[in-house]
């Protein structure tokens, strides 16, 4: 899992690097299904350049 504080990639620049400074909630549309939906996160990066990105959580890895 991946907290705030974590050092991060991305998995299309795996040479961008970077630190998780936040997360943002993603609320999802509500259907009229009786399947229930979660929400999702989005993390705020800020990167060694001194940049700062929102990815989604599915494109970042976690570097150790």
Same mark, same amino acid.
């Given at each position: 899992? &991946?907290?705030v504080?974590?050092?991060?990639s991305l998995?299309h620049?795996?040479g961008? !690097?970077? /630190? $998780?400074i936040?997360?943002q =909630?993603?609320?999802? =549309?509500? %259907?009229?299904y009786?399947v =229930? *939906?979660?929400n999702?996160w989005?993390l $705020? &990066? !800020?990167?060694?350049?001194? /940049? %700062? /990105? *929102? !990815? ?6 976690r570097i150790?």
């Amino acid at each position: 899992m &991946i907290k705030v504080g974590n050092k991060v990639s991305l998995f299309h620049n795996i040479g961008k !690097e970077g /630190t $998780v400074i936040g997360v943002q =909630p993603v609320q999802l =549309p509500k %259907r009229q299904y009786a399947v =229930p *939906v979660s929400n999702t996160w989005k993390l $705020v &990066i !800020e990167w060694k350049d001194g /940049t %700062r /990105t *929102v !990815e989604n959580i599915s494109d970042v890895m976690r570097i150790d």
